[in-house]
Each structure stands twice: as C-alpha cells, then as structure tokens.
C-alpha cells in the first residue's frame, strides 16, 4: 500500500478557482500522517485555497478529496468536524460573546440533542484556553481584544475541538514575535504528544525550516517540491518560488535551515 494511500487527507487532480479564475490545476496533495506540515509560497500561490478545499470549506471545481479513505464530501458535516478542525485565515466572532463562550464553540461537534455539558467539555475548554494564555481572559468579550489576543481566542477554540487532524491558514497573523514562538511549540507539542497531523500555511521561512515535519512548498497553484526542510530547502529552491536571492545556513540552535535573505533577483 502506497504512503499516499495511507494518508488521512489527500486531494487528487484538483482543479481551484473563483468563478472563472483558475487558482491551481492538476493538483495532488498527500499530507503524512503524525508529522506537522507547513505550506509555503508567495501571496496568491493556492496555499489558503487548497487548506480551504482541503477542509471541505470550498470544493474544487474537479477532482476529489479523502478524509481517512473516504471521500470528504460524501462525510456528514458533524464527523468531518471530529476529525478535522480548521483555523481559516479571517474570523469574525458574533457581537457581545465572551472569550469562554466562543471557545466553547469548539465543542459543537461533540454535542448532540440528547447530550449536556459535561466534564469532558469543560476540561477542553479550560485546557485549550491555558494552552493558548488567553485563561485569564474567559469573561472578557472578544470585541474588546486586541487583534493578537482574538487570534489567540480563535486558536483556542479549534484546540477545544480536539480534532486528530487541525488545519491552521496563518495562525501567527497579528502575534508578537513571544507569542509567534509560543504558538509554534504548542503545535510542535500537540503533534509529538498527541499525534496529531497539522497543516499550517505560513509566510516565515525560518519558523517553517524550524519547526516543521515536512515541508510543501507551492507557486501558481503547483507544489515545487515538499520533504525534510533539511532536504529541499536550497537557495536555488528559495529563488524559483519566492524571486529571492539568499543564503541558507545551518542554525545553530535547531541545526535546520536558516535563510539569510540577499535581495530580489534583478
């Protein structure tokens, strides 16, 4: 059985697009299972519209997604969302809800017309909150947060899901650099703790050498190249998808990758 066969979310022969706009063609994609994935690639390559189809939240115009060996569109809402939680790139949370509230939105998926909130759910709610530091602001409303804070809160309430599989389209967006580095350990602990698989769309090179498993890097709706960070990261790799001239050294620290940007090409 081929590695692509056991993966718990591939797309093949894809076709995207926006009404007439064709964002990728022919694309196949195999995320591994347990490994942390990030996406990379310049603004308007296909990466939030393939996490978009990928998570049944946009479907392709042809070809075909499987979530665990079946055929994503063919799932009820509610069991795709057990499997799979999704942090879109923009979220925007009903008026006058407080912090507790929304993240415990998360939950819906667990919850049916017979069952109450349990234990378990509340636990999930206080450990994705803690998980994320926004605890101390459970009462607070969303509106009333900064923009770091609220992407936070919206992180928070896709953990409480407690999806094997989070799909997450640059959750670093409106974060200091603490809370970047923050952010990126809670999943590199989700992934080696809990075995979830995540696939993560970001623009930094370093964070994506860093901390990912794997690595897909995308331009005009394709996949350049994808493996180790350590295996496909090259300056030559670095110019044909992002127009930038560069050296790549080893970091000292994490002993991945580390680009060094010399400029664009002329």
């Given at each position: 059985?081929?590695?692509?066969?056991?993966?718990p979310l591939r797309a093949e022969n894809l076709i995207l697009g926006y009404e007439k706009k064709i964002v990728a063609r022919d694309l196949s994609?195999?995320?591994?299972?347990g490994k942390l994935t990030v996406i990379i690639g310049p603004n308007a390559c296909g990466k939030s519209t393939l996490l978009r189809t990928l998570s049944r939240l946009m479907q392709p115009q042809t070809g075909a997604v499987w979530l665990n060996g079946k055929m994503i569109n063919e799932v009820p809402t509610k069991e795709v969302a057990k499997?799979?939680?999704l942090l879109p790139q923009s979220s925007i949370a009903p008026g006058d809800i407080s912090?507790?509230?929304?993240v415990a939105r998360g939950r819906y998926p667990h919850q049916n017309l017979f069952s109450r909130w349990s234990r378990k759910d509340s636990e999930a709610v206080d450990e994705a909150m803690r998980a994320t530091g926004v605890y101390e602001l459970a009462d607070s409303l969303v509106d009333n947060?900064?923009?770091?804070?609220r992407q936070r809160v919206w992180i928070a309430m896709v953990l409480a899901q407690q999806t094997p599989l989070l799909l997450l389209d640059e959750p670093t967006t409106w974060l200091d650099i603490?809370?970047?580095?923050?952010?990126?350990e809670l999943m590199c602990r989700l992934n080696r703790q809990n075995d979830r698989t995540l696939v993560v769309v970001l623009h930094d090179l370093n964070h994506a050498c860093r901390y990912a498993g794997h690595l897909i890097a995308m331009k005009d709706g394709q996949i350049i190249a994808e493996g180790a960070p350590a295996e496909i990261v090259t300056p030559q790799l670095i110019e044909q998808v992002f127009g930038l001239r560069c050296h790549i050294i080893d970091c000292p620290i994490?002993?991945?990758p580390l680009v060094i940007p010399l400029g664009h090409r002329a």
């Open positions: 059985m081929s590695n692509r066969s056991l993966s994609v195999a995320i591994p299972e499997q799979l939680g912090v507790a509230d929304l947060l900064s923009g770091g804070q603490a809370h970047q580095i923050d952010l990126m994490s002993h991945t």
